[in-house]
């Protein structure tokens, strides 16, 4: 496995802890499995070293290579001006991204997978470089970049864009993954994986050992041993900035006249912390450390009876991790991450809140607490430390990352190829062909996709339209759900049209209702195509072999439930005979629920053919039709009035004043017969070979879809294909085909094709 690690969270010689809970974990995934890594670890360019200049000079003597443990870690620089460097960020840091990646690949190094930490800039710029370069990324978010920065608008809509495009997100604690799912993330493509600690960096110290070594090496002018039974050592270690909560321990120090502060960094807001000592009264029992180096803090934690922690905000605080594996129970303010961490006595002790009186009573409880039970001691504090080994979270890294491999690279020896075709011999000579399809399904709760409450629409609801396409001499395809097929009354009268020869029929997963039944319930899995490869495997199969016991053959026909298919699936359809596909939905995007994206596609006819196994049959695939509509916003509702098709946006956005862009299918469904007529227009002046147009059966029943609520609105709607059936045969002098018609297309080469796109 080659790993390329994207992020601005990394040590270097100048800062060695900046970032290092990211190089932890990396050190112990290399340790499990071997992988072969870099790390692209960009910093912002500045042109002065003098330390003078705070954290811009440290950044300017960080050097452009290193060797970490045996790393190579490469610091580019990127341009991050000031003031609107936020915004910027993001921009700046793709465009370093990409050259430095494609450096690497130039040198030889391709990875298998970017590993990306820190969601805003970093995998924002990440996620963009790595769906250009076409490798699987994941993204790790920390804290911040989650708990924070979505409050500005720009930013939260860009990293939610990055998570709907990453390949999977890792949080480093549960709070996180609620935080980003409540944002509009999709839950089933995040994990959390917490940080672990190194018990080995981080271990059980003699308190009074620590106290004499830490005297001696800041020269404090206490001796800490000397304080008597009711002295109190405590350690407050972070980054002197305000969402520490630094001054909050200092301000606890009145409810605890016996206790001394450590307080290990250092930053920005020393000077006020000095201030607030000496106004407290408090200046010779709160002792500065300084910055003091990540492998010495140890026996900074070793010499306090507890470390208090009084952030804001918080990820997964590493803090009381390290605290806790070198015996030392903590107090942390509940929030975020901290509760997380915070499990169990001997851990230590949460605030009622984030204020000093709090801290100052959750300190006593803590202290209390070890004094009355002996087994509360330091050993007992780094036994729970232990529980969190960077091993096993190494080990369940190695597991998602190996998975996400092996998934991108199936996917990838399945590809879209032109299909074959007769060259028309003049413009004239394209006539434009239309194919009905009717996603024949049950009724059920669109909000759940549960399969607990679904009923089966009486066949007379469908036999008007039926009706309707047999005196225009259309032949509808029909797919077919589960509980369409097995319902007695609906199978018998799918039979009397292919008797009869009025219709085709062909599979449509709705995998919820479909067995075997599982716990794949829910939006995300609602697209087949994010079902476990076997589960999908076995629904299909299931649902093709009841489709022949019903109706005493098999069909080659399939339309994904909810459009999900993906490059992968397509092996599953054609080792079931299933060779022909009408599942993309041409220009939509359901990633924002965790679904395919077909923004970018075409209407064009292609085949997917397996390059793994050329023995395989390739699967044809019919999209169904649409485009980008430019619909004003002053009428922007489901019957608003399409002004035109745009042949270049792919994605919804502002266009001229009072316009936006949105996808628009080839379907009665939110239509007028006005948009009906724009999007033929659209699609014919593009010589689309087939014109896919599509409903659902539910809409032909009152109240069953949002569509048609009433016995008029079921009337109007059948009205409305009627109106568009004499429209396309008479306006565009269309000409409609059935099933069989396509077949025959794609085996004899007939397809006109245009233009030819991979999912």
């Known amino acids: 496995m080659k790993l390329l690690v994207l992020t601005t969270l990394f040590p270097n010689a100048a800062m060695p802890s900046h970032g290092i809970f990211v190089e932890n974990r990396l050190r112990a995934l290399r340790e499990k499995t071997g992988a072969e ?173 620590a106290r004499t070594a830490i005297k001696a090496s800041q020269r404090l002018p206490v001796d800490l041993n000397a304080l008597g039974p009711d002295g109190l050592v405590l350690a407050s270690v972070g980054h002197l900035i305000e969402r520490k909560g630094h001054e909050l321990v200092i301000k606890a120090l009145a409810g605890l006249p016996a206790a001394h502060l450590l307080i290990a960094g250092d930053g920005p807001t020393r000077g006020a912390l000095v201030n607030e000592a000496t106004t407290l009264g408090v200046t010779d029992r709160v002792h500065f450390l300084g910055r003091v180096p990540h492998d010495s803090l140890s026996l900074v934690y070793g010499a306090a009876d507890i470390t208090v922690l009084a952030s804001s905000r918080e990820g997964w605080p590493n803090v009381l991790l390290e605290s806790m594996a070198s015996g030392t129970p903590c107090v942390a303010t509940p929030v975020w991450g901290s509760g997380e961490v915070i499990r169990a006595p001997e851990a230590g002790a949460l605030s009622q809140d984030r204020s000093p009186e709090a801290i100052a009573a959750a300190i006593r409880t803590v202290r209390a607490a070890t004094r009355a039970a002996p087994g509360l001691g330091r050993s007992a504090t780094r036994a729970y430390a232990a529980r969190h080994r960077w091993d096993d979270i190494a080990a369940q890294t190695a597991t998602l990352y190996e998975g996400i491999i092996r998934t991108h690279r199936a996917q990838q020896t399945v590809r879209a190829k032109p299909t074959l075709h007769k060259p028309a011999s003049s413009p004239d000579s394209y006539r434009p062909r239309m194919l009905v399809t009717i996603d024949t399904e049950e009724a059920f709760d669109w909000s759940s996709f549960t399969g607990k409450e679904h009923s089966v629409c009486h066949p007379k609801t469908l036999d008007r339209f039926q009706t309707l396409c047999q005196r225009r001499a259309i032949t509808p395809l029909y797919f077919l759900t589960w509980p369409v097929i097995t319902n007695n009354r609906s199978a018998q009268y799918f039979r009397r049209l292919v008797r009869d020869q009025m219709a085709d029929l062909g599979l449509h997963l709705h995998q919820w209702v479909t067995p075997p039944l599982d716990e794949f319930t829910g939006r995300y899995y609602s697209y087949q195509n994010n079902l476990p490869q076997e589960c999908l495997r076995q629904k299909l199969a299931m649902l093709a072999t009841r489709f022949r016991d019903v109706f005493g053959f098999d069909t080659d026909l399939h339309r994904a439930g909810r459009y999900g298919i993906d490059p992968q699936s397509y092996r599953i359809l054609a080792d079931l005979n299933l060779l022909f596909d009408f599942s993309p939905s041409a220009g939509f995007d359901f990633s924002a629920e965790g679904g395919p994206n077909f923004s970018a596609m075409g209407n064009q006819p292609f085949s997917m053919v397996d390059e793994e196994a050329p023995a395989r049959p390739p699967v044809h695939v019919t999209p169904v039709c649409g485009a980008h509509a430019v619909k004003y916003t002053r009428t922007f509702n489901t019957h608003s009035h399409t002004a035109g098709f745009d042949r270049t946006r792919r994605t919804r956005k502002p266009t001229r004043a009072g316009q936006s862009t949105i996808p628009m299918r080839l379907s009665p469904e939110g239509a007028t017969l006005e948009d009906l007529r724009a999007l033929t227009r659209h699609l014919v002046r593009e010589r689309t070979p087939v014109l896919t147009f599509t409903l659902h059966s539910t809409s032909l029943t009152p109240g069953a879809t949002d569509y048609t609520e009433t016995d008029r609105d079921v009337d109007s709607f059948i009205d409305l294909c009627a109106q568009y059936f004499d429209m396309f045969t008479q306006q565009f002098d269309g000409t409609f085909i059935g099933a069989s018609d396509v077949r025959k297309a794609f085996q004899h080469g007939d397809v006109d094709q245009v233009d030819n796109r991979s999912i």
Request: aromatic share 8%; glycine share 6%; net charge positive.
């Open 37 to 209: 890594v870099r790390v692209i670890a960009p910093v912002p360019w500045f042109p002065a070293r003098n330390d003078s200049f705070g954290n811009w000079a440290r950044w300017a003597q960080v050097p452009a290579r290193e060797d970490r443990d045996g790393v190579e870690v490469i610091h580019p620089r990127y341009f991050l001006p000031p003031k609107v460097g936020m915004t910027y960020a993001a921009t700046a840091l793709t465009r370093c991204f990409d050259r430095a990646v494609r450096q690497q690949q130039a040198s030889g190094f391709d990875p298998d997978l970017i590993d990306a930490h820190y969601y805003y800039p970093d995998g924002v710029a990440a996620v963009r470089v790595a769906n250009q370069l076409n490798k699987p990324v994941v993204v790790t978010a920390r804290g911040t970049d989650i708990n924070l920065i979505p409050n500005y608008a720009r930013q939260r809509r860009m990293i939610l864009d990055a998570a709907r495009a990453a390949d999977h997100t890792v949080t480093v604690a549960q709070a996180l993954r609620q935080e980003l799912i409540r944002l509009g993330a999709v839950g089933e493509k995040i994990t959390t994986l917490r940080n672990g600690v190194d018990l080995t960096t981080f271990r059980e110290t003699d308190p009074a050992t």
